[in-house]
């Protein structure tokens, strides 16, 4: 069974452009979670999808941020306009309805100039 | 969630037990105890969960206690290749909930 998957693994971008990360859940995983850990922080939850619905999104920095899950299977997070502090690195975890435990994928790492 | 509480750092001879600790005095009935651990800058990966009983798998042991106050995080026989900081978690419902990552206990696994 293939793992969560993320593309890209590294992204380097300049302050104010726009990056878009995809992360493919576990076939079948109707649950999505997107995470993410800043430099010297613990990994924060930012929002989860259950199918293509956005379940629990409280963990959204702010509007620069959106997130979506068409047809609910691989995801994306669009970061627009992006700013220094949006650097670290991006998990994306998920799990099936009936499973108690996330499985995450390897993280894209975020680098804002 | 319920607040856990871990040591920040321990050390184990390769080929020894781990056995790494956790306090959540303030779990609920219903409120699960996930362990996940993060090996250097890799995605967190699932170890073991429970809810009253101890647990078994291929990974490692879970022992909680009675009143569920503290549970201990067990690996049995552990190799360099348990670096990592470990995280013990308690969310408050019982699935599909987001997961509150603190700061974890650093186990240095060595020769």
């Known amino acids: 069974e293939a793992g969560v998957t993320q593309f890209p693994s590294h992204s380097v971008i300049e302050k104010g452009q726009t990056v878009t990360l995809r992360c493919d859940p576990i076939s079948g995983h109707d649950n999505l979670y997107w995470y993410r850990r800043v430099m010297g922080k613990e990994i924060k939850f930012l929002l989860h999808f259950v199918k293509e619905s956005k379940q629990d999104e409280s963990g959204m920095p702010n509007n620069r941020f959106l997130a979506e899950r068409t047809g609910g299977t691989y995801s994306t997070l669009k970061v627009q306009p992006a700013e220094l502090e949006d650097s670290g690195v991006y998990f994306c975890?998920?799990?099936?309805?009936?499973?108690?435990?996330?499985?995450f994928g390897p993280g894209t790492r975020l680098t804002v100039t | 969630d319920a607040k856990t509480t871990q040591p920040t750092s321990m050390d184990c001879a390769e080929g020894r037990a781990a056995n790494l600790p956790c306090n959540h005095s303030?779990?609920?009935?219903?409120?699960?105890v996930y362990w996940y651990r993060q090996i250097h800058s890799q995605g967190p990966q699932y170890i073991i969960h429970g809810l009253k009983n101890n647990e078994t798998n291929e990974m490692a042991s879970l022992i909680i206690t009675e009143d569920r106050k503290s549970s201990t995080l067990i690996l049995p026989h552990a190799t360099l290749r348990d670096t990592a900081v470990y995280h013990c978690?308690?969310?408050?419902?019982?699935?599909?909930?987001?997961?509150?990552f603190g700061t974890g206990t650093r186990l240095q696994v060595t020769l």
């Open positions: 303030t779990i609920s009935g219903n409120e699960y």
């Open positions: 978690i308690a969310p408050n419902t019982g699935t599909a909930s987001k997961l509150t």
């Open positions: 975890a998920s799990s099936s309805g009936l499973e108690l435990e996330q499985y």
